[in-house]
């Protein structure tokens, strides 16, 4: 595997993506911090990171990038799964934000929640703390403000990811929330 980690999502024809190199100690930083992306102290710091403790993928993307679909794109999501190879299918998903597409299962009227997300674990190693794999399902077009109502229409997407592995929450000493959550 490469030493760099990444996020990709398409909706349609439409593509996001963030991705950024680990420098070269990534493994000897304390408290998982070799995982998150650096930025001046009065930026966000971005990480892409999978807590085995948790089953949980953290994905927060919220300094130097954009809404718009590109290279260069805002995200925010957690998916929860088994770190296992194989396919997960009704993966848990707490929330995901990119561009104009939601999904937050707290914030819909609609009781049947048809929306899933399905991740396949492809490669891990152990050596590098890296996992790879890459997931489908959908998500709603974003509502401005207030909950998802039931005829929110749904979006097919996809994607893939290369993340690092923590092996303890209390590792990895997450930043303060973004902004990107606090501008939706």
């Not at 890459?134 to 005829?151: D, M, N, Q, V, Y």
Request: net charge negative; proline share 5%.
């Amino acid at each position: 595997m490469e030493e760099e980690v990444f996020f990709q999502l398409f909706v349609g024809e439409e593509r996001f993506e963030y991705r950024y190199r680990l420098p070269e100690n990534y493994l000897s930083v304390e408290g998982g911090m070799g995982f998150v992306e650096k930025k001046s102290d009065a930026d966000p710091q971005n990480y892409l990171v999978y807590v085995n403790q948790l089953d949980v993928l953290l994905v927060d993307v919220d300094g130097h990038c954009t809404i718009s679909p590109s290279s260069n794109a805002c995200f925010f999501a957690n998916f929860i799964f088994a770190p296992q190879a194989g396919t997960k299918q009704n993966t848990g998903i707490v929330s995901f934000l990119v561009g104009n597409y939601v999904l937050n299962k707290q914030r819909t009227n609609d009781p049947a929640m048809d929306v899933f997300f399905e991740v396949e674990v492809t490669r891990t190693s152990q050596e590098q703390r890296l996992m790879e794999g890459s997931f489908r399902g959908k998500l709603f077009t974003r509502i401005p403000s207030g909950r998802i109502p039931e005829t929110t229409p749904r979006m097919d997407v996809h994607g893939s990811f290369r993340v690092g592995m923590i092996g303890n929450p209390g590792e990895l000493n997450l930043p303060k929330n973004n902004r990107l959550l606090q501008t939706r």
